[in-house]
């Protein structure tokens, strides 16, 4: 089945989740082009596309025929919609810089982790991201939002895992956007990919409820 790549929102990860995903080695990430690339000679037709659910940005496109996948190309080629665009045309919300921060949010690296998160006096969800990935830019609104409304009852954080890799690496981190949620110094729960408002609410009360009881 063709394969093309959306280059509107791919992130060109070096870890990309649908190169890993794919059983036959078609998409593959370039180092020496520093992006990911499909060849269509390797790719089969896959029941179940492993490489679409390993792609949170959606950028792998599936055509029925070489024609088809030309036509699609053209549409992206013409298109004036930006990644911003896309993302919240796939998401539904309008993704932001992970890097803003507010009341009741910090970040966090290497240096101040102990302090700041293992050592807090009330709980603690950390949110490990990195600058080319789309869905936490998707994250970073609600979780700014988020932050401010449970000021006192839990610190939010922010981990750049370019930046802090040591502790990202501690933590076992494979995908981002990750959320850990600390209390007494130790994980007590933990989300994986830009969840919407109401998923991560539930989340912070049901940590908070845990700590709680």
Known sequence: ???????????????????????????????????VLVNNDECVNCEHPPCTRYCPAGAVKFAASLEELAQLKAE?????????????????????DPRELGPNLIHVNDENFIREVLESPIPVVVDFWAE??????????TFKAMAAEYEGKMRFAKLDTEEASLTASQYGIMSIPTMLFFAGGRVVDHAVGALPAGALRQKVDRVLLQVAS
């Open 1 to 35: 089945m063709p394969v093309l790549i959306d280059y509107r929102v791919c992130d060109n990860a070096p870890g990309c989740g649908a190169s890993r995903a794919c059983p036959t080695g078609a998409i593959a990430f370039d180092r020496q082009q520093d992006k």
């Open 76 to 96: 992206i080629e013409t298109s004036g919609l930006s990644k911003d665009d896309l993302l919240e045309q796939k998401y539904g919300v309008r993704p932001g």
């Open 132 to 141: 080319w990935c789309a869905p936490c830019r998707i994250l970073a609104p």
